[in-house]
């Protein structure tokens, strides 16, 4: 039997490893989930005189999709939100994070605006509240306010499928 | 005279480099009380951006960001177990270089020292039974003695 330990050892190790090769280190599972979303109101994007706050949501699940001009993944996310917005399933809000006016302008003109509105979020604050450090993220709100689900990074269309999609039907329905 | 001049110049030549390196070293003397503070707490917090880095040591946005929260946190008068606080409910207990003991970390914390243990026991046991495999002493019998002289002076006769 102790000729087989080395090997079994080994084997353990080499098991614990694999998994460790397989999780994605950008994915920290956020403390939000579940909890409130974080109260903002910021100027509207395309009318600075208008505001968008948390409160205005309350009622309706909706998703919001953090984005910024200069993030070059969102424009690999893009498409599949102007896609989905077309579907009217949901209301997205934009979080323009950190970004120039005139920039996210343009870039909405050009790759097209899925969203009811943007946020203006030009210091980053409500991003630091919504504990955003990877842009694109998409947090899932519901009826209440309360966040139920993050996706860092791109939303592709099996995750929007696979994940958002059910989610917001499960939310819809029970409330 | 001349004695005294020799020794003001020497004391020159030691005290010099002195002077230079206090000089040297003004910049981090000027630094402010809050900015030591900031640092300090900075220092403890990972860059979720770039996650093998403190919020201190990163130059990433984000990081610049955060450490501007904790100067205006400050300066609000909140403690820095607040702050810390802050920086948890937003970003998990992953922002903490040193995580906090509890269910889900206790592997992480005790883990090491547990294989380490089993190790030792493993390592004892391992000890303990070849020592009882060993034969006890017996004494040569007559026959084994003379061999073992025979080969003994052999080796004496080859060697000389």
């Known amino acids: ?175 | 005279m001349r004695k005294l001049v020799l020794l003001a110049l020497m004391a020159l030549s030691v005290l010099g480099p002195l002077v230079a390196a206090r000089a040297h070293a003004e910049p981090l003397a000027t630094e402010s009380e809050l900015e030591k503070h900031v640092t300090a707490i900075a220092q403890n917090l990972r860059c979720l951006v770039c996650q093998n880095q403190t919020i201190a040591d990163s130059n990433a946005a984000l990081a610049i960001d955060l450490k501007n929260q904790i100067r205006e946190k400050l300066g609000q008068g909140m403690s820095d177990d607040q702050i810390v606080d802050y920086m948890v409910e937003r970003y998990g207990d992953f922002v903490l270089y040193r995580p906090p003991v509890k269910a889900t970390t206790l592997a992480l914390w005790f883990g090491p020292a547990a294989i380490l243990l089993l190790g030792l026991f493993m390592l004892f046991r391992y000890l303990a039974r070849r020592r009882q495999e060993q034969p006890a002493d017996v004494p040569l019998s007559e026959a084994e003695r003379e061999r073992a002289r025979a080969l003994l002076g052999m080796a004496d006769e080859e060697s000389r």
């Open chain 1, 1 to 175: 039997m102790n000729r087989y330990l080395p090997l079994g050892i080994f084997a353990v190790i080499a098991v614990f490893l694999g998994i460790g090769l397989f999780l994605d280190p950008r994915e920290v599972p956020s403390p939000l989930i579940d909890k409130p979303a974080p109260a903002f109101s910021l100027p509207q994007l395309h009318e600075p005189a208008k505001t968008i706050s948390r409160d205005d949501m309350k009622g309706k699940v909706w998703l919001l999709n953090v984005w910024a001009s200069w993030c070059v993944a969102c424009r690999e996310e893009h498409p599949v939100l102007v896609e989905f917005a077309r579907t009217k399933t949901v209301p997205i809000i934009g979080l323009n994070y950190k970004d120039e006016r005139q920039d996210g302008l343009r870039w909405l003109a050009q790759f097209g605006d899925p969203y009811l509105l943007s946020a203006y979020d030009n210091d980053g604050r409500t991003g630091i509240d919504f504990g955003v450090y990877g842009v694109p993220e998409t947090f899932v709100i519901d009826k209440n306010g309360v966040i139920r689900y993050k996706r860092i990074g791109v939303v592709t269309p099996a995750i929007l499928r696979e994940q958002i999609l059910p989610l917001v039907r499960q939310l819809n329905g029970n409330a």
